[in-house]
């Protein structure tokens, strides 16, 4: 059974403070890896995929990456609004992905 | 591209009654999802459709539950006789072919809370 742990479970920076997040994952085949945000009462909005170690994939101050048991998903002098759940999911058989429980991020000024 | 639709945003009802949920994939998607979230946890799949066939039940979704796509179209989730455990946020999802390396665009979910 695929499994995602994430962590840390929440993160505390000020702004501009960078750090990364990290989901450590178990799968009986990598299909992709999917990196998703999301806000409170909303659902997940889809950041990056990422399919082989060594890929990379960047969109403003995020920075996704992948090894062949990890990601890390690094936040480069971080906003307010840059707050939210990140979340990382595997995809198993029949595409359903497999979620980690996330890590809540918090960006004060 | 006008997103997934999920409707209603917030159900209350009382234990026992039953309840229905819709989702509007994005049009071109023939794939469609149902996940389960519960505070502090991440989404938990419930069930898969290809176009109008349901190919895939979590051994989470109990008799209670059903779903259905037909046309493969929209999707309604129904659950009868409504526990205190069923409260949670469920999501609906879509993806267009390509197997499982395709991502899958989430609704803003339909919140449930069981009196």
């Known amino acids: 059974e695929d499994q995602v742990t994430q962590s840390p479970e929440a993160l505390r920076l000020q702004e501009g403070e960078s750090s990364s997040l990290n989901c450590s994952y178990t799968?009986?085949?990598?299909?992709?890896l999917f990196w998703y945000r999301q806000d409170p009462g909303k659902g997940p909005e889809f950041l990056f995929t990422?399919?082989?170690a060594g890929e990379e994939k960047e969109k403003e101050r995020l920075k996704a990456t992948l090894t062949k048991k990890e990601s890390f998903l690094h936040i480069t002098a971080p906003k307010p609004e840059d707050s939210a759940t990140y979340l990382c999911?595997?995809?198993?058989?029949?595409?359903?992905?497999?979620f980690g429980t996330g890590t809540r991020l918090q960006v004060t000024l | 591209d006008t997103g997934v639709s999920q409707d209603p945003r917030h159900k209350i009802t009382k234990r026992g009654q039953n309840v229905t949920f819709r989702c509007d994939p994005i049009s071109e998607h023939n794939r469609l999802y149902w996940y389960r979230q519960t505070l502090g946890q991440g989404p938990e799949f419930l069930t898969y459709f290809q176009n109008e066939a349901q190919l895939e039940k979590s051994r989470l979704l109990s008799d209670r539950f059903s779903a259905e796509r037909p046309k493969g179209s929209f999707s309604t989730l129904e659950i009868q006789r409504t526990e205190q455990g069923d409260s949670a946020m469920y999501l609906c999802?879509?993806?267009?072919?390509?197997?499982?390396?395709?991502?899958?665009?989430f609704g803003d979910g339909t919140r449930l809370s069981i009196l």
């Open positions: 999911a595997v995809p198993g058989a029949a595409s359903k992905l497999t």
């Open positions: 799968v009986s085949g990598l299909r992709g």
């Open positions: 999802a879509s993806s267009p072919k390509g197997g499982g390396n395709q991502p899958q665009h």
């Open positions: 990422l399919y082989s």
